[in-house]
Antibody
Framework: QITLKESGPTLVKPTETLKLTCSVSGVSLTTRGVGVGWIRQPPGKALEFVALIYWDDDERYTPSLQTRLAITKDTSRDEVVLTMTNVDPLDTAKYFC?????????????WGPGILVTVSS | EIFLTQSPGTLALSPGDRATLSCWASQSLSGRYLAWYQQKGGQPPTLLIYGGSTRAPGLPDRFNGSGSGTDFTLTINSLDPGDFATYYCLQYEESPRTFGQGTTLEI
């Protein structure tokens, strides 16, 4: 059974750097086809794709945020880390990490519970 | 980037009714890489349909996905009180993956 869980700060100040960690269990991050993505949802608004990293270290980003994002994985710790620089109150959202397998290909099929991040001074 | 437009924004129905939700893509999804999700409150979304029409394991057959090209539909027959939620479509044919803005199904 695949499970994911997000962790990180719940309050950050504008212009700071946000670092969120997704802890993954039940699947290896090196298994062909496996990817872990980040999706966010501002309060009362729609889901927004943020970033995705695959088993082969291929990285994908949403264009509007790409210059501020970095996604990495630590296979020894089974973790995927999302780093967002120069945060703004508009980055206030619930951030979900989610599993994908491009071999199957089933899109985001398992999600973490999410973490609410507030950007405020 | 492929944009998805969902219609209607809000759909008011009653238990037992049939719901028809639409999702239009700005470019053809030739591989039918279109999925539907259900979200209740602040919970994570639940995958319902992928590949345009394949139900996720355990999903009741009251839920049906159809469509191709740029026009896709999620039909929910005989609405159950638990079906009243917000529904999102997702295209995963091209990077970046993109979601529609959602349809809220309310009583």
């Amino acid at each position: 059974q695949i499970t994911l869980k997000e962790s990180g700060p719940t309050l950050v100040k504008p212009t700071e750097t946000l670092k969120l960690t997704c802890s993954v269990s039940g699947v290896s991050l090196t298994t062909r086809g496996v990817g872990v993505g980040w999706i966010r949802q501002p309060p009362g608004k729609a889901l927004e794709f943020v970033a995705l990293i695959y088993w082969d270290d291929d990285e994908r980003y949403t264009p509007s945020l790409q210059t501020r994002l970095a996604i990495t994985k630590d296979t020894s710790r089974d973790e995927v880390v999302l780093t967002m620089t120069n945060v703004d109150p508009l980055d206030t959202a619930k951030y979900f990490c989610t599993h994908v397998n491009v071999v199957t290909p089933i899109p985001f099929d398992v999600w973490g519970p999410g973490i609410l991040v507030t950007v405020s001074s | 980037e492929i944009f998805l437009t969902q219609s209607p924004g809000t759909l008011a129905l009653s238990p037992g009714d049939r719901a028809t939700l639409s999702c239009w893509a700005s470019q053809s999804l030739s591989g039918r890489y279109l999925a539907w999700y259900q979200q209740k409150g602040g919970q994570p979304p639940t995958l319902l349909i992928y590949g345009g029409s394949t139900r996720a394991p355990g999903l009741p057959d009251r839920f049906n996905g159809s469509g191709s090209g740029t026009d896709f539909t999620l039909t929910i027959n005989s609405l159950d009180p638990g079906d009243f939620a917000t529904y999102y479509c997702l295209q995963y044919e091209e990077s970046p993956r993109t979601f529609g803005q959602g349809t809220t199904l309310e009583i």
